[in-house]
């Protein structure tokens, strides 16, 4: 099946001219009514081309500086209200626009000044485990050191190791054991699964947070640069979906489908439209209830699809082919399987091979090699390795703080550094306790997403030269927040998906009017030539 491509030409862009007959006893009202409508027209204009506007502006004959001008020469030299008014209201309407943008940050104008998004996504954590740092604690961010049991007791919340081994469940059914109808209670039903040690679980597994000594350089950036206490998984699962919908926005089986893929696909170790013909995957419908079995190979419009159609540039750079974090593997036309599904044996389709891109003993670290040799794409997606996810459930799994430090101090080293947007989040809650419930929970059984949009807190920070330093978002964001920023720095259409079922872009995060940040290197115990250099086989971060 062919894949089904967007239009890329963006936002449409409409301006309405001005056309009323102005009195001679009226034109300096007309003046200021002409401009406020100008002003009004502007706001209304698609989020993505209000700098065009305003620059269009500027040489438009229609646009309220250019009537002022028509209207005054004619009483030029007889008008001296005329003559002094029509500057002073120019000069206006150029400081206005100059706060609509400046007040406006984000998106806007982003495409002036990104040409690169680097998207990292970590694996299963929630802010309350995560970000128990005082700095942010005590500057505002919405972090919990205490949560509530289905018994109605107030449980404090201990520290443990970030490396552990044991996990926690998050699948679907663990989500609505711990959301409990919105009273957010329900942590202490996850289920706990225990790898080796003999003393596992702990008491009260679940109401935890990472000890501040091994996640340093995670506190580092969000303390410097934006932090999001208010940032949602779109699903209300565990990381297969989550992975399908920070490519495309959603894991719905196929274009107009009303349905999603909600947990692991069977088996977890090889998936994908090159898994065996017994893989399969189960589905939910609208009103939540389980919808039969699909093989797990979809086909529906990616964000990689509008890039290509752009000739933008774009990887995808994961452990191992068959992860159920390699969210091309699931998608036809990105796959290009050997033999149609279900019996083809690997991905040969140009997308994989031009832009997926594998960890190997060779290049272990590749994203860390492209920045090096001035390669970085447009639009990267950054999937740790089992030993650098944050993912529970192994003692050695403590690298990813500096996994994540070390290219953001590649890019922040480097010519990129003023023109790219670093996106960092983690793929779902991994079944830790957290108090803020999700925005919406939508079972109506006929919007976009009933059944299975959305899921709960995980954590953010945006680094760029351009993010708001030492500042903490309390705005409502999503997987399709992430999706939205791409679209419109990059003037891409929408999917349809859940990029256009939120209003956010993350703008809040930015202020593209600020001074370029100064960027400073984040300290962590590993640093990039020891991911460079690390030949040993890479490791998917687990089987959730």
């Known amino acids: 099946m062919a894949a089904t491509i967007l239009p890329t030409n963006g936002y449409p862009f409409e301006h309405h001219p001005l056309k009323r007959k102005l009195g001679n006893g009226l034109r300096q009202l007309a003046i200021l009514r002409a401009l406020i409508e100008n002003f009004r027209d502007l706001i209304a204009l698609t989020i993505c081309q209000v700098k065009t506007a305003i620059l269009r502006a500027s040489s438009r004959s229609e646009n309220p500086a250019s009537r ?154 969000a303390e410097e640069y934006t932090f999001g206490d208010r940032m949602f998984q779109t699903n209300e699962g565990p990381s297969y979906e989550a992975h399908q919908f920070i490519l495309s926005g959603t894991s719905a089986p196929t274009t107009d489908s009303n349905l999603f893929a909600v947990d692991l696909p069977v088996p977890q170790t090889d998936t994908g439209c090159a898994s065996p013909p017994q893989s399969y995957v189960e589905l939910i419908d609208p009103l939540g209830k389980t919808a039969g079995r699909i093989y797990p190979c979809f086909e529906h419009p990616t964000l990689t699809d509008e890039l290509s159609a752009s000739h933008l540039s774009w990887r995808y750079y994961a452990p191992s082919a068959g992860s159920i974090w390699t969210a091309p593997n699931s998608i036809q036309h990105m796959c290009g399987p050997n033999a149609p599904p279900p019996y083809a044996t690997k991905c040969v389709g140009s997308d994989w091979v031009n832009n997926v891109v594998l960890y190997t003993p060779h290049n272990p670290a590749p994203i860390l090699s492209d920045i090096r040799k001035n390669r970085l794409p447009a639009v990267s997606w950054v999937i740790p390795s089992g030993r650098n996810s944050d993912h529970a459930n192994s003692t050695e799994n403590i690298g990813g703080p500096s996994w994540v430090a070390a290219i953001v101090n590649a890019i922040g080293n480097s010519a990129y550094w ?3 947007a670093i996106i960092i989040t983690w793929d779902d809650w ?51 927040s992430i999706l939205n920023f791409v679209e419109r720095t990059f003037s891409l259409s929408q999917l349809g998906y859940a990029d256009s079922h939120t209003t956010d872009d993350l703008s809040d995060c930015f202020d593209f009017a600020q001074t370029p940040l100064h960027f400073r290197n984040i300290e962590a115990p590993l640093s990039a030539e020891y991911f460079l250099h690390d030949r040993r086989p890479a490791t998917d971060p687990d089987d959730d």
């Not at 995560?130 to 007791?153: C, Q, T, Y």
């Not at 919105?182 to 699964?193: C, F, L, P, R």
């Not at 059944?451 to 997987?479: C, E, M, N, Q, W």
């Open 68 to 221: 002022q001008g028509i209207l005054c020469q004619k009483k030029r030299g007889t008008n001296p209200v005329c003559r002094a008014y029509v500057p002073r209201l120019f000069a206006l309407q150029v400081s206005l626009s100059l706060l609509l943008l400046s007040g406006c940050g984000g998106s806007r104008i982003a495409g002036a000044k990104i040409q690169h998004v680097v998207i990292i996504f970590q694996e299963n954590r929630t802010p309350d485990n995560l970000f128990h740092d005082p700095v942010l604690m005590a500057n505002g961010a919405d972090i919990a050191s205490s949560g509530v049991n289905s018994r109605g007791e107030t449980i404090p919340l201990t520290p443990i190791p970030l490396g552990i081994d044991y996990d926690l469940a998050h699948w679907h059914n663990s989500f609505l054991s711990m959301y409990n109808g919105g009273k957010m209670d329900g942590a202490n039903k996850i289920v706990v699964t225990c790898y080796r040690k003999a003393d596992c679980p702990p008491a009260r597994p679940a109401f935890k947070y990472v000890q501040p000594s091994d996640v340093e350089p995670y506190f580092k950036l």
């Open 418 to 420: 003023e023109n790219t």
């Open 430 to 480: 991994g079944g830790w306790y957290d108090h803020v419930p999700p925005p919406e929970v939508i079972d109506d059984g006929t919007s976009w997403g009933s059944g299975y949009v959305y899921g709960f807190r995980v954590p953010l920070i945006v680094v760029s030269a351009y993010a708001k330093a030492g500042y903490i978002s309390h705005v409502t964001h999503d997987f399709g």
